[in-house]
């Protein structure tokens, strides 16, 4: 965070300061950073009271100011506060004013800063990981843990940025139409990643035209001249270009839709733990080859559009290259590989519980089956899958169809868990296994299980009888398979 005094914060965000009881008014008391969690809050902290579902931040007011708290930005004054309060409206909002204001402080110290703004419906995380990792080598940087992608995620992470910092990769989702222009407003890129559209949150959108039309505020909400990088091989994304304010950078896969001033990847393999290689080839010419140390052939588009934005700001191709195959490891639960040693039953785990949605459903099963396929002994390909979220009004037959996908790649046992607690996501998951059966599997290798114990006991079971096994965890959050992941690979 940028150093900066309570009155300072109190302009930013158009809240009344209020002296701590029994204390004096310290406006010029200078705060160093910013939390929402309390736990968190240390010497020149700022805490931002939240009003969540379960947790009132107002109640975890008191005793900050012992703890070297200098302010509190609340929506109602706390009695007996022994931290300055700064009483605003909406803290939400006013959280977002603070990292507004915080970005542009950073950009007045006139030191090289660049902000990048990612998007997509999928992708955005492990890309997110992916870019850090590539401008950490070459200047201080500043990106998101997990998912932090929203209203609050997205300014907290943002109030991380400080004098030091040279880049800031910024993950900007969305649930509806305005979100992402509301991130971009709080924190306008300077370049800005489109990775796909895709069905995700369709439910809330409405159609894949305005889940487009979300995806594109962040192209809108560019600096002046700022660069647009475009997946060419993405139709939805590709007429973004239109709208860009600036240059266009592409990058893709397919030479049918890659032109020649793309970033593209050639050659594409994948080994026996569905771990991609390809050449990286630039519009100039010049090659390298990339061996990506995470698993999922998806991955490959992922890592070309990191690799887009840092050649853009200056990093050689071989090192990009060296930087890319050195990642092991990415946000948890996505496509996270373990081996799992459950009483007795032996198992590889391949961990993609952190959400789910058509496109990357299909994505982790694409992996599940290629999993193993040039070794010498096939191994047991089980797909645990719990229900998707957010589908609209054709949610049973788009968990049919991911269940005939199962069946059409050869997986051999498919686990779909629902719920003994929320009757739709147990009807969602039934349909998923109706899919899965009515495309021809067998009675016998198709599960619908109602939590997630039962889906583990059948796993212990069938790992059991199958000494080389894998196993694909993949669902909605709700659908409680990270936990499961948790308990399995508690190290990961």
Do not use: C
Request: net charge negative; charged share 20%; hydrophobic share 45%.
């Amino acid at each position: 965070m940028m150093p900066m005094t309570i009155a300072l914060i109190a302009e930013a965000t158009g809240g009344r300061i209020v002296p701590p009881t029994g204390g004096a008014q310290v406006p010029q008391a200078v705060a160093t950073h910013t939390v929402s969690d309390s736990r968190l809050v240390g010497p020149g902290g700022v805490f931002v009271a939240i009003k969540g579902e379960r947790v009132d931040g107002h109640d975890f007011v008191a005793g900050l100011g012992a703890r070297g708290a200098v302010a509190a930005i609340v929506d109602h004054e706390v009695a007996g506060s022994d931290v300055t309060q700064i009483v605003v409206a909406d803290t939400v909002a006013a959280l977002g004013d603070l990292a507004r204001r915080d970005i542009e402080l950073r950009r007045e110290s006139g030191e090289p800063f660049t902000l990048i703004g990612l998007t997509g419906s999928v992708g955005k995380t492990t890309t997110k990981d992916l870019l850090k990792a590539l401008l950490s080598t070459m200047g201080p940087t500043v990106a998101p843990v997990g998912s932090f992608n929203n209203d609050i995620g997205l300014p907290l992470t943002a109030l991380k940025v400080g004098e030091g910092t040279r880049y800031f990769v910024a993950e900007m989702g969305a649930n509806h139409v305005g979100e992402i222009a509301g991130l971009t407003s709080i924190a306008p890129p300077d370049i800005a990643i489109v990775l796909k559209v895709g069905v995700a949150h369709l439910g809330e959108f409405g159609s894949v035209e305005r889940i487009a039309q979300a995806k594109s505020e962040i192209v809108r909400g560019l600096r002046p001249e700022g660069v647009a990088v475009l997946n060419a091989d993405d139709a939805h994304v590709a007429a973004m270009a239109s709208i860009a304010p600036g240059e266009v950078l592409w990058f893709g896969a397919d030479p049918a839709h890659a032109g020649e001033d793309a970033l593209t990847a050639r050659n594409i393999v994948t080994d026996d733990a569905d771990r991609a290689s390809f050449d990286l080839v630039a519009a100039d010419g010049s090659t390298a080859h990339v061996a990506l140390g995470i698993p999922g052939a998806h991955n490959v588009m992922n890592a070309l559009a990191a690799a887009t934005v840092a050649r853009r700001l200056g990093m050689a191709l071989d090192d990009i290259a060296r930087v890319l195959g050195e990642q092991r490891r990415i946000s948890p639960h996505r496509m996270a590989v373990s081996t799992v040693d459950d009483a007795g039953a032996r198992f590889t785990l391949i961990d993609d519980s952190f959400n789910a949605n058509p496109d990357s459903m299909k994505a982790g099963l694409d992996g599940l089956a290629r999993w193993g396929s040039g070794a010498a002994t096939a191994p047991y390909r089980i797909a645990v899958l719990g229900a998707m979220l957010e589908l609209g009004g054709d949610e049973d037959g788009l968990h049919r169809a991911i269940g005939a996908y199962a069946a059409g790649l050869g997986v051999d046992h498919v686990i779909a868990v629902g719920s003994t607690s929320d009757p739709r996501l147990d009807e969602l998951a039934g349909a998923l296994a109706q899919g899965a059966l009515q495309s021809g599997m067998d009675g016998a290798d198709v599960d619908h299980v109602h939590d997630t114990a039962a889906a583990e006991s059948i796993v212990g079971r069938l790992a059991s009888e199958h000494p080389v096994a894998v196993v694909l965890l993949k669902g909605s959050h709700a659908s409680g398979l990270s936990a499961l992941a948790s308990r399995w690979a508690p190290g990961e």
